[in-house]
Nanobody, 120 residues
Framework: QVQLVESGGGLVQAGGSLRLSCAAS????????VGWFRQAPGKEREFIAR????????YYPDSVKGRFTCSRDNAKNLVVLQMNSLKPEDTAVYYC?????????????WGQGTQVTVSS
């Protein structure tokens, strides 16, 4: 249906920045919302950002608000998560996911994840 691939993770010091990308392929015309999630070892998956494909409207929880910015390039089927002022607590595997018009009630497609490590 829709395939997603994350990239851009790495090791960065606290206060630094990283730019993650989520490349979509397949039936990309069906994408309605792209979300970003993260999961640290031993912890549950956490929602961190959402962008509506058509309008570009975004939403962020308090944990990342003001530090993370999500944007999209429809022509390139690409979603970018710019992460600034990174903290050690941000260390996790970061995933992008997509809701589609086929089933808008679930995150139907997931990427493989990219590791982000923030050192103190």
């Amino acid at each position: 249906q829709v395939q997603l691939v994350e990239s851009g993770g790495g090791l960065v010091q606290a206060g630094g920045s990283l730019r993650l990308s989520c490349a979509a392929s397949g039936r990309t015309s069906s994408i309605s919302i792209v979300g970003w999630f993260r999961q640290a070892p031993g912890k549950e998956r956490e929602f961190i950002a959402r962008i509506t494909w058509s309008s570009g409207a975004t939403y962020y929880p308090d944990s990342v608000k003001g530090r993370f910015t999500c944007s999209r390039d429809n022509a390139k089927n690409l979603v970018v998560l710019q992460m600034n002022s990174l903290k050690p607590e941000d260390t996790a595997v970061y995933y992008c996911a997509a809701m589609t018009t086929i089933n808008s009630a679930r995150w139907g497609s997931w990427g493989q994840g990219t590791q982000v490590t923030v050192s103190s």
